[in-house]
């Protein structure tokens, strides 16, 4: 049977979801679990690494078992006994058996808050990137519509990982004012390394006035990385949802 | 000069506001951190204790200074630098030479959120309290009703402070849902000890059936601690704010 489980941490202390040599990653510590309930090697599969220190509401991941000893449903309450505070199952719910946490993902959606202070305030800090002043929201709002669609992303990529292809869609960027912080949420159907860091550092530039709507169509026109803003913390993001 | 400052921390790893021999508290590293600004010890003095482990986002607090070589303003910028990154100055003014962020306050408003869910949620667990089934609200609010107002407040009172009378006025008390959180919102003139924290621990337990309006109008009526709910955990509450 395929076990579909809905994951959330933070991931503070990760050296991201996927296994790494010698680093604490969060699929390592879900498959321990596992094997501390089962007694068996099981190999969990996310719908896709998050890094470093990127946190989850809603990552989803399944692994495939033949034993039937244990119903899907419990799988969430049994392994949450077993797994650290900072690591929890949400829901495990039997999926059909061609299922892929990776591969049948349709949408993602991620997170990135920012809030506004000349202060760290340490209430919000750990989950949130602060800046220092008042960003142009309504000319950040007006380039996110540029980045919104089906384009080469090749620009808001960080180098290090080999894919087929870096044309990925957008479906929506919305920014939204709460108080004095600024959310991001960013909904695509897939996301290169680093790609919504960088998308949100941009826009953060466009809000500082260091750049304009031309660079960000040059990004999307030409590739060039360096014409975009930084690529921020990863303590800001966290990976709210994955649909299928 | 009396120099006012709005306060903001992170209250897990110090042993509350006031100073404590052999314990690290907030007021010692504030007191620390104008000494090395300063060269001069100087005492601050808070709007009041906030216990253990207990977070403000807006805690007062006043300090006298003869020299004016610092302008009022600028100490919340000087001290932030030498701060921890749990403990940080939002705002430092100039206040009248009567004030005292303890003795001048008015109201203050205390914030204790829970969120419910089987699973601990990890990004929302450091601040809030976990409730793992959904408690009865609407009966909570007419308890909330019977607390509002100005009573003897003895029963929601841990032992081992000294004070002249337990009267107290509580102003409010909101309860407001928000996805799966369930945030309390307690305004008054001043606070026994642990006084927030065995409200809510009481309204909780008129949430989840164990108690009703009957122990509730008796905890006001005799001052019997052992009627209310527990005293529940320091994590989920934040002093919201003092006014003057």
């Known amino acids: 049977m395929i076990v579909k489980l809905t994951v959330t941490y933070d991931g503070t202390n990760y050296c991201g979801w996927q296994v790494q040599p010698n680093k604490i990653t969060v699929q390592e510590v879900i498959e321990k679990a596992l094997l501390t309930l089962t007694g068996e090697k099981i190999k ?52 059909d058996d061609d299922f892929s946490a990776r591969r049948s993902a349709k949408r993602k959606t991620y997170v990135y808050r920012t809030y506004v202070s000349t ?15 008042q960003p142009d929201v309504s000319a950040m709002k007006e380039c996110a519509k540029l980045i919104e669609g089906e384009h080469d992303f090749k620009a808001f990529c960080s180098s290090g990982t080999s894919v087929k292809t870096t ?15 600024i959310i991001f949420s960013v ?58």
Request: net charge positive; glycine share 10%.
């Open 187 to 244: 909904t695509g159907n897939g996301f290169l390394y680093n790609m919504v860091r960088i998308i949100v550092g941009t826009l953060l530039a466009v809000g500082r006035g260091k750049i304009g709507k031309k660079e960000v169509e040059d990004m999307l026109a030409t590739g060039k990385r360096a014409l975009g803003g930084k690529t921020i913390p990863a303590k800001g993001l966290t990976l709210l949802s994955v649909e299928y």
């Open 119 to 133: 202060a760290i305030l340490p209430l919000k800090d750990r989950y949130a990137l602060q800046l220092e002043k």
């Open 44 to 95: 969990v599969i996310g719908s896709g690494r998050t890094d470093a220190g990127v946190h989850a509401e809603g990552q989803v991941a399944h692994f495939k078992r033949e034993k039937e000893n244990i119903p899907p449903e419990k799988f969430a309450l049994a392994l949450n006994i077993i797994l650290p505070d900072d690591v929890k199952i949400v829901k495990s719910e039997r999926a």
């Open 167 to 181: 044309v990925r869609t957008v479906y929506s960027i919305d920014i939204e004012e709460r108080g004095n912080e």
